[in-house]
């Protein structure tokens, strides 16, 4: 089946007792036993495992198209998962974009799990620096792509197979893509990880990850045994909220990539913006790896400005209907200048902001933007 049709039906089908479409939520966090001590429904206690949690699973995996997937209470707690569950056998030293997602950096530098793994950064877009980077001792090499906030295009494909030259795991952060316009398993990869806060919850109101793993024997247990144990699990109401955001992900993600690509073309002709950077745009680096691995373009894009930081927060500054916010794939269009939420090691480049395309009608966005923006062509 098409995924258009998994996201509706995988996980989801009417509920066997009462007959709802919309399934229940399963707050309860233990389970009765028969007379001989087995569990008929298979369900014991919550963290183990609950409906809400095992159809989301379920669903993951059909729209990943991998073996199992495996969710967790945070995007970041997948990741934590992702690392702290490489096998014993395999060096520990990571091998991660220097665009990662600046969490990982703040996981890495200020945890224990930086103390217990090596790491070397590489521009993921240069193949040369990914093999040497590679040809030291490596575990795990991680691709983010689109990378934030630059909107890179990393070559899955290409990098998976160098990971898998030098025996390492590869893992694709798939968030900003999601299931629908990239299905990073197609190009090899062993590994998916997502932040489902983003566009697979899609409304700004769940926080909740997951790992999906290509075959059996890739980690699964691993990870498993980090879910259940260590405890990072999510809510049945945080499973529920994500499953019924996948239900609408297709035509959500349509409106994303077409709004995101209206807008980009209106910004690359705007006289007080110096460059978008956006994969749909013809002249962006990525575009050629991009059209062969997304359906679509995704719905982020950032621009510089003309002139630096103050141009950026003031054309920011002026917007009416774009909310200032961080975060991404939720309704709302948000704007944010990364360079200050990143603080001192940014690489963001001062004028820049970067912009989670919503659902609105694209001519209103482009409105609220071209009054912003003719503020500070007008000021300059
Ligand atoms: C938000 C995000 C994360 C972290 O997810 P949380 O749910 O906030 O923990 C990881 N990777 C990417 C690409 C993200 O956008």
Request: hydrophobic content about 45%.
């Amino acid at each position: 089946m098409h995924p258009e049709t998994l996201a509706v039906h995988a996980g989801q089908k009417s509920d066997p007792v009462t007959g709802a479409i919309a399934a229940p939520i399963y707050l309860s966090t233990t389970f009765e036993r028969s007379a001989d001590g087995t569990f008929p429904s298979g369900y014991e206690y919550s963290r183990d495992d609950n409906p809400n949690r095992r159809n989301l699973e379920t669903c993951l995996v059909a729209l990943e198209g991998g073996a199992e997937a495996i969710t967790f209470a945070s995007g970041m707690a997948a990741i934590t998962a992702v690392i702290e569950s490489l096998p014993d056998h395999l060096p520990k030293r990571l091998v991660l974009p220097d665009d990662i997602y600046f969490g990982v950096r703040s996981l890495l530098n200020e945890t224990d799990v930086g103390r217990r793994f090596e790491w070397e950064v590489v521009d993921m877009t240069d193949l040369e620096a990914v093999r040497a980077a590679c040809a030291k001792p490596t575990g795990l090499v991680w691709i983010e792509t689109p990378s934030n906030p630059l909107v890179k295009i990393v070559d899955i494909a290409a990098i998976a197979k160098l990971a898998r030259e030098v025996g390492a795991v590869s893992a694709v952060d798939n968030t900003w893509a999601t299931p629908l316009l990239t299905r990073p398993f197609e190009f090899g990869a062993d590994l998916i990880v997502h932040s489902l806060t983003k566009y697979i919850g899609g409304h700004s109101d769940v926080m909740i990850g997951a790992v999906v793993s290509r075959e059996v024997g890739l980690q699964n247990l691993a990870l498993r045994a980090i879910q259940k144990h260590k405890g990072s699990v999510p809510s049945p109401l945080d499973c529920w909220l994500a499953l019924r955001g996948i239900q609408s992900l297709a035509p959500r993600m349509q409106v994303h990539c077409s709004n995101a690509m209206e807008l980009a073309r209106f910004l690359s002709q705007h006289p007080a913006v110096s460059i978008v950077h956006y994969p749909g745009l013809p002249t962006h680096p990525g575009f050629g790896v991009a059209s062969k691995q997304m359906k679509s373009f995704g719905g982020m894009l950032s621009f510089e400005v003309a002139g630096a930081r103050k141009e950026a927060m003031a054309a920011a500054g002026a917007l009416r209907l774009i909310a200032r916010a961080t975060s991404l794939g939720g309704t709302h269009t948000l704007i944010e200048h990364r360079a200050s939420v990143e603080g001192p090691q940014t690489k963001a480049p001062e004028a820049l902001l970067r912009m989670s395309i919503g659902l609105e009608n694209a001519l209103d966005l482009i409105a609220d933007l071209d009054q912003a923006l003719g503020q500070i062509s007008n000021r300059g």
